[in-house]
């Protein structure tokens, strides 16, 4: 009985054991304060075999005393920060935790990953400017944080023109300054947001065009960034309806579609649109071509257009008898011998110039060609070959300006 009693004993002390360690809380940064007395002793008690009790016997004390363990903790305010571009005395706050068992005091270093976008103008801490940060860290040297206490400080900054879509990363870091060197540092990313518009140019400019007959035509659009920031633009071609335009490419690339990249503010971009029209396109006929330009960072789009329209030469020819005098028109009682001029008018009552214009003439077999004339020598060239007469137009012909030869001939 003696020996199962032992052994019970010994199994609830070591339960007990278990059991209180579980309970025990878990280290944590702050949890004992430094120079707190740990004090510790230890009693014993027992039996012997004939289950005589004995008075407990207490150990002498044991003290030590809690050290100084360091913790910083550095949290910002904000993840990201979207300010304008450009904008002033914008803020982002950071705040300084001691997480450390005892008062602690911190030096603070900054980094920004671009200059160019964001530029600093001041910390504030507890009401107090400073333009360093030589100055902050002075200031920091003389503030004793206590444990759990906080030191926020605000960082005043500026945001350059044109900088929209450029991220900048400015970090804190707080170093404690007692032995230990605790750190923590935390950033924000600042991005400002983009403003301002595509501008797609020329709106509804008239286009007159001639059918292609094999060739196309290249009208050139301007893209312009008026944004604050560098982006790339999305192009699309379209038509009105009709079907007489095929587009033919973009900026270089076939297809109706493409995308330019990298366009500066206020940068103009001349992009190419090609195309042809129908050859069998009717005169008059009409449609509107547009450039879609599209950002891709905020979908801010604009519009420019042409208005094509089909521009034919369309020519008439107008031929008439007259006296040898040119001085009125006959159309009887002419007796062999007798000299007739015959008077050639060509007219251009079309919307386009007419090039390359040829006359061709198969005079009577009853009359004998003598000469011919144009209204203006040089640009005429005449050749004759058995009763062949052809006449050449070397200048175009424009719309509205008829143009006149004669071909004076004598009745066999």
């Known amino acids: 009985m003696k020996t199962h009693s032992n052994l019970a004993s010994r199994l609830f002390g070591i339960l007990a054991m278990v059991a209180v360690g579980w309970l025990q809380p878990t280290a944590a940064y702050g949890q004992t304060p430094e120079g707190t007395d740990i004090d510790n002793i230890a009693t014993v008690i027992y039996t012997d075999a004939n289950s005589n009790t004995y008075s407990p016997v207490i150990s002498s004390m044991v003290r030590v005393t809690v050290g100084f363990s360091g913790a910083v903790s550095v949290v910002a ?27 602690d005091s911190v030096v ?13 103008v001041k910390f504030t801490l507890n009401t107090i400017d400073y333009f360093t940060l030589g100055d902050l860290n002075d ?17 005043t900054y500026d945001i350059e023109p044109d900088k929209g879509g450029q991220s900048s990363t400015y970090t804190l870091t ?33 286009v007159p065009q001639l059918p292609n007959n094999g060739g196309d035509y290249t009208f050139p659009f301007d893209v312009t960034n008026n944004q604050n920031g560098v982006d790339d633009f999305d192009l699309l071609v379209t038509l009105s309806g009709s079907v007489f335009i095929t587009i033919v490419s973009v900026d270089g690339v076939l297809g109706a579609s493409t995308t330019i990249t990298n366009l500066a503010v206020g940068e103009t971009r001349v992009v190419n649109v090609v195309y042809s029209v129908a050859t069998l396109a009717a005169a008059g006929a009409t449609e509107t071509l547009f450039l879609d330009a599209t950002s891709v960072v905020t979908s801010e789009t604009d519009q420019g257009s042409i208005d094509v329209t089909v521009i034919k030469a369309n020519l008439t020819i107008l031929k008439e008898a ?32 007419a090039t390359n214009v040829h006359v061709d003439d198969l005079l009577p077999s009853e009359v004998t060609y003598i000469s011919a004339e144009g209204d203006v020598a040089l640009d005429w060239g005449f050749t004759i070959l058995l009763q062949d007469f052809d006449a050449d137009l070397t200048p175009v012909l424009v719309n509205g300006s008829p143009r006149v030869f004669w071909i004076r001939v004598q009745v066999n």
């Not at 595509?198 to 709106?203: A, E, F, S």
């Open 77 to 103: 305010a904000q993840a990201t920060a979207s300010p304008a571009s450009p904008s002033l005395n914008n803020t982002l706050d950071f705040d300084v935790i001691n997480l450390g068992n005892g008062t």
């Open 108 to 120: 603070v270093a900054v980094t920004n990953t671009d200059l160019t976008v964001l530029t600093f």
């Open 139 to 155: 200031a920091l040297a003389g503030i004793a944080i206590a444990p759990l206490g906080t030191e926020t400080i605000t960082v």
């Open 174 to 206: 707080a170093t404690s300054r007692r032995p230990g060197a605790a750190t923590d540092n935390a950033n924000t990313v600042v991005t400002p947001g983009f403003t301002g518009t595509v501008v797609t140019t020329p709106d509804a400019q008239a």
């Open 322 to 353: 007259w006296d040898d005098l040119r001085f009125a028109l006959i159309s009887a009682d002419v007796l062999p011998g007798d000299f007739i001029e015959y008077k050639v008018t060509i007219t251009n009552t079309g919307t386009a110039d």
